[in-house]
T-cell receptor, first 114, second 117 residues
Framework: NAGVTQTPKFQVLKTGQSMTLQCAQD?????MYWYRQDPGMGLRLIYY???????DKGEVPNGYNVSRLNKREFSLRLESAAPSQTSVYFC?????????????FGDGTRLSIL | AQSVTQPDIHITVSEGASLELRCNYS??????LFWYVQSPGQGLQLLLK??????LVQGIKGFEAEFKRSQSSFNLRKPSVHWSDAAEYFC???????????????FGKGTKLSVKP
C-alpha cells in the first residue's frame, strides 16, 4: 500500500542546474499538490492540480513549473535552481479538492542547492 | 487575510502528562479544520478533522480537539503523552468551497513536541 511516492528522497544541486521532482499516487485521487517546507514556516503551497489536465499556482510558485502527466503523476520542475529553493518538498493527493477530502502526503524530497 | 496561528513553537512535556497544543484561525467564516502530525524524516499524517457538528472531535492515536467558535480556536489535546508522540504538529484550515483556491489548505507554522522520560 504505497500511497504517495516521491523520488528522489535526497538531492544536492548546484546553482543554475535543473531538476524534476517526481510524485506518483496509487489511490486514484483526482487532486495533487506540491508544497515546500522551511524551518519555522510550516508548509506553503507551490502548485496544485485539481484534476488531470489542470494546474494552478499556489502561494509560492515563482521559480517552479509543474506537469500533471496523468491521473497518477504530478511532477515539479526547477529550471534554474537557486539557493533560496533549498527546502523539503512534499507532494500530496486527495480524492477531491473539497476540504472534506483530507490530503495524503509523501515522505518528502530533501533538496539542497549550493 | 486568512491565516492559521500556532502560538507555541516548541513544547516539552513529561511522559504521562497531559498535552494541549494551541491553534487559532482567522477566516471570514468558520473554516474546515485539521491537525496533522509529522514524525522526523516523514511526511504529514492526518490526526483529525472538524467540519461541523460536535465541537469535540476524536482522532487517531488517542488525540482529540475542541473547536471553539467564540475563540476562533481548535486546540489539540491528549490526556497522557507517550514518548512516541514526540513530533511536529501542524494545524491547517480550508474554506468549504469546491473548486477555486479556497479549498486549499493553509497551514500553521507548527509546534514541535518533545517528551521527557
Amino acid at each position: 500500500n504505497a500511497g504517495v511516492t516521491q523520488t528522489p528522497k535526497f538531492q544536492v544541486l548546484k546553482t543554475g542546474q535543473s531538476m524534476t521532482l517526481q510524485c506518483a499516487q496509487d489511490m486514484n485521487h483526482n487532486s495533487m499538490y506540491w508544497y515546500r517546507q522551511d524551518p519555522g514556516m510550516g508548509l506553503r503551497l507551490i502548485y496544485y492540480s485539481a484534476s488531470e489536465g489542470t494546474t494552478d499556482k499556489g502561494e509560492v510558485p515563482n521559480g517552479y513549473n509543474v506537469s500533471r502527466l496523468n491521473k497518477r503523476e504530478f511532477s515539479l520542475r526547477l529550471e534554474s535552481a537557486a539557493p533560496s529553493q533549498t527546502s523539503v518538498y512534499f507532494c500530496a493527493s486527495s480524492e477531491n479538492r473539497g476540504p472534506g477530502r483530507p490530503q495524503h502526503f509523501g515522505d518528502g524530497t530533501r533538496l539542497s542547492i549550493l | 487575510a486568512q491565516s492559521v496561528t500556532q502560538p507555541d513553537i516548541h513544547i516539552t512535556v513529561s511522559e504521562g502528562a497531559s498535552l494541549e497544543l494551541r491553534c487559532n484561525y482567522s477566516y471570514g467564516a468558520t473554516p474546515y479544520l485539521f491537525w496533522y502530525v509529522q514524525s522526523p524524516g516523514q511526511g504529514l499524517q492526518l490526526l483529525l478533522k472538524y467540519f461541523s457538528g460536535d465541537t469535540l472531535v476524536q482522532g487517531i492515536k488517542g488525540f482529540e480537539a475542541e473547536f471553539k467558535r467564540s475563540q476562533s480556536s481548535f486546540n489539540l489535546r491528549k490526556p497522557s503523552v507517550h514518548w512516541s508522540d514526540a513530533a511536529e504538529y501542524f494545524c491547517a484550515a480550508a474554506r468549504g468551497n469546491y473548486g477555486g483556491s479556497q479549498g486549499n489548505l493553509i497551514f500553521g507554522k507548527g509546534t514541535k513536541l518533545s517528551v521527557k522520560p
